[in-house]
C-alpha cells in the first residue's frame, strides 16, 4: 500500500506563487511516475503535471506551460510543484497521484485558491 501526503495549498493573490510537496510512503518501489492532477468546482479533474521516477521526463497541461515546474527527490520520496504567475482560473484542488503499472494511488489534495 502507498500513502501520499500533499502540503503547500493556500490563498495567494494573482502573480503570486506557491510550492506544492507529495511525499509517499510506504510499498514505494513499483512506483514509476507521479503527477498533479486538479479539480475546480463543477469541473472534471484534469492532469497538470507528470514526472517519471527514474528519468525526471515531465510533462504539462498547456495551461500550465511555462509557469509550473514539477520536479521530484527520490532520495525523500517527495515530488513538488513549483507554482509562479498563478491566476484565478488555477483555483481547485491539487492532488498528488502516484502510478504503478497496474493502479495508481491518490492523495487526499490540497486547496489552492487565487484570489486578490
Known amino acids: 500500500q502507498v500513502k501520499l501526503v500533499e502540503s503547500g495549498g493556500g490563498l495567494v493573490q494573482p502573480g503570486g506563487s506557491l510550492r506544492l510537496s507529495c511525499t509517499a510512503s510506504?510499498?514505494?518501489?513499483?512506483?514509476?511516475?507521479m503527477s498533479w492532477y486538479r479539480q475546480a468546482p463543477g469541473k472534471e479533474r484534469e492532469l497538470v503535471a507528470g514526472i517519471i521516477r527514474s528519468s525526471g521526463s515531465t510533462n504539462y497541461a498547456d495551461s500550465v506551460k511555462g509557469r509550473f515546474t514539477i520536479s521530484r527527490d527520490n532520495l525523500k520520496n517527495t515530488v513538488y510543484l513549483q507554482m509562479n504567475s498563478l491566476k484565478p482560473e488555477d483555483t481547485a484542488v491539487y492532488y498528488c497521484?502516484?502510478?504503478?503499472?497496474?493502479?495508481?494511488?491518490w492523495g487526499q489534495g490540497t486547496q489552492v485558491t487565487v484570489s486578490s
Open positions: 510506504g510499498f514505494i518501489s513499483g512506483i514509476y511516475g
Open positions: 497521484k502516484a502510478d504503478e503499472p497496474r493502479r495508481g494511488y
